[in-house]
């Protein structure tokens, strides 16, 4: 995936400031991750005569070697759900765990994983570039890995750099966030980025504006729900099939996905009960207007299950009372 030129323009502007710790925050989804694993790339790239503030070069050994995955002064602490998704090794013996079914991936940022960066953090650079720690989503540390990790930003190893990627700063330690310099993840204009989107492979034209949509206007997170083979045809017929009740439309769905979409959908009718333009979902794809107490009901539900959807006992269970729910809100009609 080639780098967003808004991307671009935010790693020049900090790759020309000073900082042993950036923390990047903002809304989820504006390309958090993808920002803080140029600015590790572009410290540790091995073209000195190339000027810091152009990122990296992607041609050395040390681009490459973060390409494969395998950069020996790179630290990449992520859930292990994310971790396995984004292609990073874990180490051998959480591998072996999760091979053997002793346990499933986490969620988290794990306290084994953190106590490695922190003895990572002290071991001498092995390429001679210094270091660098990446943490995302940083809000999933628990408290025993942010206090680990304070410690290392209060006394940082002499040739060691963090980034720190989140979605949701607020539920971060506040020593941790003033501990770094922070940066707030700048939105893209609408033009650009239905312009990148477009460009992207595989992006069919007509399905960028519907991709935008749903995702709010994030057009990283947009691209990965085309990867994740959500289609734009999927997401437009979404709310006529939940009126439906119809389970088929939301096979292949996580629980925590669902209520994702229900919410925006939720939040749509809403908005055009009050006269206003749906923002997730064309208007044309919209069901009849529901009643204004049994959408705020539904509203109440879906925010009850977000809470548990990461852990659901039993998740097609879960999908099943979701939709009966969509079902009774969506057919309620205003008095
Ligand atoms: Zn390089």
Redesign the pocket.
Known sequence: MSVAPWLQRQRTSLLAQRGHAWLLHGPSGLGQYELALELA??W????AD?PQEQG?????????AIDVRAHADLCVLLPEVEMLALGWPLDEKAQAEIDDKKRKPSREIRVEAMRAAVEFGQRTSARGRGKAVLVFPAERMNTISANALLKTLEEPPGDVRFVLATGAAHLLLPTIRSRCMGHQMAWPQPEEASQWLQAQEGVAAADVPVLLAATGGRPEEALRMHAAGRSARAWSALPQALARGDMGAVGGLAPAELIDAMQKLCHDLLRTGQGAAPRFFAAADLPSPARLETLLQWSRKLQDSARIAEHPLNAGLMLESLVALAKTALNSRPP
């Open positions: 790339r572009a540790l790239c091995e073209r190339r990296a070069c992607g041609a050395c050994a040390s681009c490459h």
